[in-house]
C-alpha cells in the first residue's frame, strides 16, 4: 500500500519551454501533497506544499510564478516548470500524506523525474 | 530553531557487521520522527516513523530507537542490498506536515 506515481521519470527540453509533472496516489487519498527538488549528492528541499483544492504554499526563496502546483482531486497533484531554464534542471520528487488511516503523519515519495533543460 | 543532524556522513561497513546511525534533533513539539532509505536516482521509501520517547521499531535487519534527542537506526549483520543513504525527518508539531530533514547518511556494504 501507500503507492506514489511520478510522471515522466525523465525529461529533456528545451530551454524557453515549458514542462508539466504528474504526481499521482495510486491506493490512497492524499490530503496533502508535496514537491521537493534535490541536488546531487544534497538531501531534500522543499519548494511547495499543496492541500486539495487550495493554493500552494511556497516555501522561501522559490517563484510561484515559475512552478505552478495544481492540486486538482485528492489523488492528482501536478508541477508545471515555466519556461525551464539550464538551472532548473535537477531531480524533482513529490510526496503525498494519506487522508485517512495509520499513518497519516506520514509522507509516502513517488519516484522522482529527472529533469534537463538544454 | 528547528534542526535535524545526522552521522556519520558515511559509513562503510563489511558485510555481516553490525551498527548504528544517529540522528539528533531540536524541535519544539515533536509530531514524529521518520526515516527513509533513498537510492540513487530514486525517491525516498519509507521505513520506520516514531512518536515518542521510549519507542522502537523493527523491519527485517534494521531497528529504530528514539529518545528526547536523538534517533538511532541500527542496522543488524548488513548485506550488500542495504546499501544506500538514510535519511532522517522531524515533523515539529506546528508544521502543515512539513518535515525538517537531515543530509542523511550514505551507507556502503561492503561484501
Known amino acids: 500500500g501507500a503507492v506514489v506515481s511520478q510522471h515522466p521519470s525523465w525529461v529533456i527540453c528545451k530551454s524557453g519551454t515549458s514542462v508539466k509533472i504528474e504526481c499521482r496516489s495510486l491506493?490512497?487519498?492524499?490530503?496533502?501533497m508535496f514537491w521537493y527538488r534535490q541536488f546531487p549528492k544534497q538531501s531534500l528541499m522543499l519548494m511547495a506544499t499543496?492541500?486539495?483544492?487550495?493554493?500552494?504554499?511556497?516555501e522561501q526563496g522559490v517563484e510561484k510564478d515559475k512552478f505552478l502546483i495544481n492540486h486538482a482531486s485528492l489523488t492528482l497533484s501536478t508541477l508545471t516548470v515555466t519556461s525551464a531554464h539550464p538551472e532548473d534542471s535537477s531531480f524533482y520528487i513529490c510526496?503525498?500524506?494519506?487522508?485517512?488511516?495509520?499513518?497519516?503523519?506520514?509522507?509516502?515519495f513517488g519516484p522522482g523525474t529527472r529533469l534537463t533543460v538544454l | 530553531e528547528d534542526q535535524v543532524t545526522q552521522s556519520p556522513e558515511a559509513l562503510r561497513l563489511q558485510e555481516g557487521e553490525s551498527s548504528s546511525l544517529n540522528c539528533s534533533y531540536t524541535?519544539?513539539?515533536?509530531?514524529?520522527l521518520f526515516w527513509y532509505r533513498q537510492d540513487p536516482g530514486k525517491g525516498p521509501e519509507f521505513l520506520f516513523t516514531?512518536?515518542?520517547?521510549?519507542e522502537e521499531k523493527e523491519k527485517e535487519r534494521l531497528k529504530a530507537t528514539l529518545t528526547k534527542k536523538e534517533s538511532f537506526l541500527h542496522i543488524t549483520a548488513p548485506k550488500p542490498e542495504d546499501s544506500a543513504t538514510y535519511l532522517c525527518?522531524?515533523?515539529?508539531?506546528?508544521?502543515?506536515?512539513?518535515?525538517?530533514w537531515g543530509a542523511g547518511t550514505k551507507l556502503i556494504i561492503k561484501p
Open positions: 491506493d490512497f487519498q492524499a490530503t496533502t
Open positions: 524541535v519544539s513539539g515533536l509530531r514524529g
Open positions: 499543496s492541500n486539495e483544492g487550495s493554493k500552494a504554499t511556497y
Open positions: 525527518a522531524v515533523g515539529p508539531r506546528d508544521s502543515n506536515y512539513q518535515l525538517i
Open positions: 516514531l512518536y515518542s520517547a521510549g
Open positions: 510526496s503525498a500524506r494519506p487522508r485517512t488511516g495509520g499513518g497519516t503523519d506520514t509522507q509516502y
